[in-house]
C-alpha cells in the first residue's frame, strides 16, 4: 500500500512539474525577481534614511547639549563674580550632567554615523546589482522571445507544432476517407458492370439483360427518326455531300435492266 502510495504521489509531483513548465514563462520569472530585487533595494534605502533621520535628532541634540554646557558655565562665571559660590557651583554641577549626557550622546552619534555609511554602500552595492540584473534579464527576454519566434515559425513551416500536427493529421484522415470511397466507388461500378450487384435504381422485374436490351433499342429508335426526319427534308435541302456521294455511286442492278 505505500509503495503504490509513493507512485501515485510521484506521478502527481510529474505531471505537475510537467504542467508548471509549460504555464512557465521565464520573462514573467525574470520581471518578478527583478520586482523583488527593486522592493528589497528600496527597504535598503528606507533603512539608510531612518539611520540617517536618528542620526540627524542626536546632532540637534548634542548642539543643544553644548549650548546648555556654554550657558551654565557663563552663569557659574557670573555667579562668582557676584559672590555666590553657591549658585556657581549649582551652575557647574548641572554642566557637569551635561558633559555626561553629552559624550553619551557623542559615542550614539559615532554608531549611527557608522551604521549610516554601512548602509549607504550595502544600497550603492544592491543597486549595482540590480542594474547588472536587469541588463542581463532583458538580454535573457529578448533571446527568449527572438527563440520562441524562431521556433513558431520553423513549428509552422515544418508542421511539427502542436497546432500543425493536428491539422497534418486531419488532412491525412481526409485523404485516407478520400481514397477509401474513391476504391469503393470503384469496386462498386466494377459489380455492377459484371453482373455481380443489381443497379436499385431500376424498377422491380429488370435485370441487367434486360437494361442492355433497351439500350440498344433506345438507339435504333433515334436512327430510325433520323432518317425519317431526313426523307422529309426537300430535294433543295439535301446537303451536298449527300448528293455528291450519290453521283458518284455507280448504277444500281435495276438501272442495268431496263
Known amino acids: 500500500m505505500t ?10 509531483r510529474t505531471k505537475a512539474n510537467k504542467a508548471l513548465d509549460r504555464a512557465e514563462d521565464p520573462r514573467e520569472v525574470l520581471d518578478y525577481s ?7 533595494l528600496q527597504k535598503v534605502r528606507r533603512g539608510v534614511a531612518d539611520v540617517a533621520t536618528s542620526r540627524k535628532r542626536v546632532d540637534l541634540q548634542i548642539n543643544q547639549l553644548r549650548q546648555s554646557s556654554g550657558k551654565l558655565e557663563g552663569q557659574a562665571q557670573k555667579a562668582l563674580a557676584a559672590g555666590r559660590e553657591d549658585l556657581a557651583r549649582e551652575a557647574l554641577s ?28 550595502a544600497s550603492q552595492r544592491l543597486q549595482a546589482k540590480v542594474d547588472t540584473f536587469r541588463t542581463s534579464k532583458e538580454t535573457i527576454k529578448a533571446r527568449y522571445t527572438a ?5 513558431r515559425i520553423t ?12 491539422v497534418g493529421l486531419a488532412m491525412q484522415r ?85
Do not use: C, N, W
Open 34 to 40: 527583478y520586482t523583488q530585487q527593486q522592493e528589497m
Open 3 to 12: 509503495s503504490i502510495t509513493h507512485r501515485i504521489a510521484t506521478l502527481f
Open 174 to 258: 481526409a485523404e485516407d476517407k478520400t481514397e477509401q470511397l474513391q476504391a469503393r466507388a470503384g469496386a462498386l461500378d466494377e459489380l455492377l458492370a459484371s453482373g455481380a450487384l443489381e443497379d436499385a435504381t431500376l424498377p422491380a422485374g429488370r435485370d441487367d439483360i434486360q437494361a442492355e436490351l433497351e439500350r440498344v433499342t433506345e438507339g435504333q429508335d433515334v436512327d430510325r427518326e433520323l432518317a425519317r426526319m431526313k426523307a422529309q427534308l426537300p430535294a433543295s435541302d439535301t446537303p451536298p455531300a449527300v448528293e455528291a456521294k450519290g453521283a458518284e455511286r455507280g448504277p444500281t442492278d435495276e438501272e442495268t435492266t431496263s
Open 155 to 166: 513549428e509552422a513551416v515544418t508542421g511539427i507544432g502542436e497546432e500543425m500536427g493536428d
Open 94 to 121: 548641572r554642566r557637569t550632567a551635561v558633559a555626561s549626557q553629552l559624550t553619551d550622546l557623542q559615542t550614539q552619534q559615532a554608531s549611527l554615523q557608522a551604521e549610516e555609511e554601512k548602509l549607504t554602500v
Open 147 to 151: 527563440a520562441e519566434a524562431q521556433t
